[in-house]
């Protein structure tokens, strides 16, 4: 999955801890009784056409009881600078306030990576202006993880290993990142879904993970316990829908958060086992160093 589906998946499951975070200052009174609306992009397209990108993330806030004029963010990941056009942004910005419209919108793009990006664009002549446009820029590498490390905001949480630290640092990271996961979300599904997104972004070698064992046991055991009680969730389900398949791709999405990636011959050995060496598999990872010891 890209970058930008990632950003997306993360604005739309946290529609109010994103903005707090991404526009700080345009979101202050978000909280205070308005909702959040996503704008369907399958309905914007029949409008703007396939030019623009459709990863960007259009969110409507309103306020029901009429206090405030509802607010337009449009929200865009860039994962390398240079590759962001603030003419297209510009664009994109003046067709949804057309389209919906208001004149209210507040552009928002985040940066992923450090790099060079034109901040304002400004149309002019010789006698004056014409048209100046700018936008809230958010680049994570500016941020320092420690001043987020501790936060209750679960969009920060599970960034911590976008911002910057040293190089000895990124065990602490993670660590810190789980902790916040396992403290800001109760939903399962969720909670699975984004200790997938930390460890793509925190990109543990193998020796960091016995590392971050040893070092922080209580997160580590945490992993662990939720892992065994998904195992069985899966385990259940696939018996009962008679799906192999089913026990096998639990196994291996447990064994890539635990380990990362998994060699293609490894994947091929998991695939073809059955349910008995399967479930011996699986009860083997709660205590398992490596992807060896499991699969023994």
Known sequence: MSNDQNFKNLILDYPYDSLEL?????????????????????????????????????????????????????????????????????????????????????????????????????????QQDYLRFTYISFAFKGLGYEQYQESNNIVARLNLPNMNYEPEQKIDVYAAAVRGLRRLETDTEKVIKYLDYIDIYAGLDENERIVYSQKYPEED???????????????????????????????????SLKFGEISEDKKKMILSADSERLLKWSERILFADDVDDVLQ
């Not at 978000?30 to 309905?43: N, W």
């Not at 969730?233 to 291996?252: D, K, R, T």
């Open 22 to 126: 991404f526009a700080s200052r345009e979101a202050t009174e978000i909280k205070q009784g308005a909702r959040i609306l996503p704008v369907r992009e399958e309905q914007l397209k029949e409008r703007l056409g396939d030019r623009f990108r459709e990863l960007d993330v259009p969110l409507l806030v309103d306020w029901p009881d009429g206090r405030r004029e509802a607010l337009l963010f449009v929200l865009e990941n860039e994962t390398d600078p240079s590759r962001f056009s603030i003419h297209r942004l510009a664009h994109y910005c003046l067709d949804l306030s057309d389209l919906l419209k208001t004149n209210r919108v507040v552009p928002v793009v985040i940066f992923l990576r450090k790099g060079s990006f034109a901040r304002e664009l400004v149309l002019y002549g010789d």
């Open 221 to 255: 055991k945490y992993m662990s316990t939720f892992a065994e009680r998904f195992i069985n969730q899966g385990m259940q389900q696939g018996m009962q829908q008679g799906m192999q398949i089913g026990e096998a791709n639990v196994l291996l999405r447990l064994l």
